[in-house]
């Protein structure tokens, strides 16, 4: 039996064989790929929660140094109190993007905290999400023991502009967070402000942005202070509170001698 290949039958037919063939072949392949892919996934991770406790390990030895240095995982809810669940297999990425679609709810999304101890600090390790100026910006931030000291950090994103928004990745930026605080002294809530770039703030609460990324910057102070709000709930249920400031205290005996104190003894 002779194809008539001019016929339009014959392109159809041609091109729906074609594209079994090659949707079944690169089925088959991401099958097989996708235990690589998601180790590496995992990996990663693992590498950014150290990063933000300043590890910096490879790929291949991240999960033993991980598993050295992190102690304890969970979630905690919208309103910082302990959830159940699974805190390192929780999609942060893909429960902010349902969230900014509509299907989620803010009172219902999940916030991970890692506990990690390195260098004698006990930390904790507090992922995030946000919007850049293309696409998702993430970042970890680790809090020391006080809740409200900022210890490290490590910020990504998904396509920002070299040399503009991308550099939210390089030290330039991150270098900035260690030593800043979330709250004042007496416990009330600041969040980390990102400033204009080349602003030069000296504020504790606060870091410069990136100069000509003043769109990925906006997206990073948003997710900073956002998701910073939810974790300073839980830290405040966790950590003692700040002492009263000390007043120095006036003794009794002088006041009640003391001729000239008398809008204190007769007031």
């Not at 950014?48 to 033993?64: E, G, W, Y």
């Not at 919007?131 to 993430?138: A, D, I, R, Y």
């Not at 007043?247 to 007769?266: G, I, R």
Request: glycine share 10%; net charge negative.
């Amino acid at each position: 039996m002779a194809f008539d290949k001019n016929s339009n039958s014959f392109t159809f037919i041609f091109a729906t064989v074609m594209v079994v063939v090659v949707g079944t072949l690169l089925a088959v392949t991401f099958l097989a790929l996708k235990p690589a892919y998601d180790e590496n996934i995992r990996r990663e991770k693992m590498q950014n929660i150290l990063a933000s406790i300043k590890v910096k390990v490879d790929r291949d030895a991240a999960p033993a140094k991980y598993d050295e240095l992190v102690k304890e995982t969970f979630l905690v809810d919208a309103n910082g109190a302990p959830a159940e669940g699974d805190a390192f297999s929780l999609d942060v990425l893909k429960q902010y993007k349902d969230w900014k679609a509509g299907v989620g709810k803010a009172e219902d999304m999940m916030y991970p905290v890692y506990k990690a101890n390195t260098d004698g600090k006990e930390l904790f390790v507090l992922p995030m999400v946000g919007t850049g100026l293309w696409g998702p910006v993430w970042g970890y931030v680790s809090v020391e023991k006080d809740g409200r000291t900022i210890y490290g950090s490590t910020f990504d994103h998904k396509g920002e502009t070299p040399g503009l928004g991308a550099e939210i990745a390089t030290p330039v930026f991150i270098d900035q967070f260690p030593g800043k605080t979330i709250t004042e002294e007496d416990g009330s809530y600041t969040g980390i402000k990102v400033y204009k770039g080349g602003s030069g703030t000296t504020d504790p609460h606060g870091v410069d942005g990136i100069s000509g990324g003043t769109i990925t910057s906006d997206g990073v102070n948003e997710m900073l202070m956002r998701t910073l709000a939810v974790y300073d709930k839980y830290l405040k249920s966790v950590v003692a509170p700040p002492a009263p400031p000390v007043t120095e205290a006036v003794p009794t005996d002088s006041l009640a001698t003391d001729s000239t104190s008398t809008s204190l003894v007769n007031p």
